[in-house]
């Protein structure tokens, strides 16, 4: 199956500074990767996703750069807001339909 | 529109006592998934249904944990007698569309303790 790891576990910025999340998953046959925000007391919710026929997708102040044969994908969130303070998930899906989600990133954005 | 519905959001029991979860999940998504997010973790897939059928339980501990989805809309997940072990949040998700590929939309979870 996939396996998927996530760095770092947790990520200090401060407010305006920017902030790189990365994962590396282990199946060559993933080819959807979607990032997930979980805020506290709340479910994950879809913030943007790439698929492999692309190497970079942006959406307005965050953008996921894929690299295929080095199998790892990143997350960038550029001039962070206080309300980008929440814990960040990568997945994939390896061959099959299940989403394998990395460990998580727990972003403190400090004013 | 309304997201995905679970309850109760919190409950405590004593060990070996038996527990349920309800989801509802968003009107017209026939796939829903039943996850289990340890604390600092990922949320790892316990089943997947589509429609009323469970497609994917390998992840599911079959000893102690049951679900069904009756009429391919709403949920119930079980776990009978539950273990200390088991205290974690339990996320309902829902897609519109079979795969990995389509976007999951959670529910806000269930967090149980076992004392």
């Known amino acids: 199956g996939e396996n998927v790891e996530q760095h770092p576990s947790t990520l200090s910025v401060q407010e305006g500074d920017s902030a790189v999340i990365k994962c590396t998953y282990s199946?060559?046959?993933?080819?959807?990767f979607p990032w997930y925000k979980q805020e506290l007391g709340k479910g994950p919710q879809l913030i943007i996703d790439?698929?492999?026929?692309?190497g970079e997708k942006k959406d307005q102040r965050i953008a996921v750069t894929l690299n295929k044969t080095a199998k790892h994908f990143s997350l960038h969130i550029t001039e962070t807001q206080p309300e980008d303070s929440a814990v960040y998930f990568c997945?994939?899906?390896?061959?099959?339909?299940?989403?394998?989600f990395g460990g998580g990133t727990r972003v403190l954005v400090k004013p | 529109e309304a997201g995905v519905v679970q309850s109760p959001r919190y409950k405590i029991i004593e060990k070996k006592q038996p527990v349920a979860f309800w989801c509802n999940p968003i009107?017209?998504?026939?796939?829903l998934y039943w996850y289990l997010q340890n604390l600092g973790q990922g949320p790892e897939l316990l089943i997947r249904?589509?429609?009323?059928?469970?497609?994917?339980d390998s992840q599911l501990p079959k000893d102690r944990f049951s679900a069904e989805r009756l009429k391919g809309v709403d949920s119930t997940l079980k776990i009978q007698p539950a273990e200390l072990g088991d205290s974690a949040v339990y996320l309902c998700?829902?897609?519109f569309g079979r795969g990995a590929y389509n976007e999951q939309f959670f529910g806000p979870g269930t967090r149980l303790t076992v004392l």
């Open positions: 998700a829902s897609s």
């Open positions: 199946d060559s046959a993933s080819n959807y």
């Open positions: 249904y589509e429609n009323e059928e469970a497609v994917d």
């Open positions: 997945a994939a899906p390896g061959g099959g339909n299940k989403l394998t």
């Open positions: 790439i698929r492999s026929n692309v």
């Open positions: 009107s017209g998504h026939n796939t």
